[in-house]
């Protein structure tokens, strides 16, 4: 498969050879819209009360943590980034390093299918700048502008 025009909707399966992430902490199951112009993504995370945090966030109240909403943000404009540069998961790792405005206006639960919708503000020689929002049935839950850097040596 080509990853320089990948064929919507991206499934888990292309996202695995993008990103390095695995099990339990791949936090997107699949890609809805890519634009190279725009610098935009939108992808999807199906939140499954099998997920392996909610044992302990919280018994009896299951909550998706919002460090792991702002992660699956992460993700997706990681896969937006791989993209646009003809990388794959092989590639030097991108970290993040910094987080801004991070606002949580919604709890994310078991059952949600939650939208991220990702845009690449600047893309500097190796540092990625993101403005990130997730929704939950149209609604923002959660939102942040999030800084990525790749890894030095």
Not at 48 to 65: A, D, L, T, Y
Not at 111 to 139: C, F, P, S
Request: aromatic share 6%; net charge neutral.
């Amino acid at each position: 498969m080509s990853h320089a025009n990948p064929q919507l909707p991206i499934d888990v399966i292309t996202i695995q050879e993008l990103l390095p992430h695995r099990y339990p902490f791949l936090l997107v199951d699949r890609v809805l819209e890519l634009d190279h112009e725009t610098r935009r993504i939108v992808a999807q995370k199906n939140v499954s009360i099998n997920e392996p945090f909610f044992q302990g966030h919280f018994p009896g109240r299951p909550v998706m943590p919002g460090v792991l909403i702002i992660e699956a943000l992460a993700q997706a404009g990681g896969i937006m980034t791989q993209l646009s540069l003809g990388r794959d998961a092989q590639s030097k790792l991108f970290y993040m390093v910094k987080v801004d405005n991070a606002r949580f206006n919604k709890q994310v639960v078991p059952g949600d299918v939650m939208t991220l919708e990702v845009q690449m503000k600047r893309l500097i020689r190796n540092m990625g700048w993101y403005h990130g929002e997730a929704k939950v049935d149209g609604e923002v839950v959660a939102c942040a502008d999030i800084l990525c850097a790749g890894a030095k040596g």
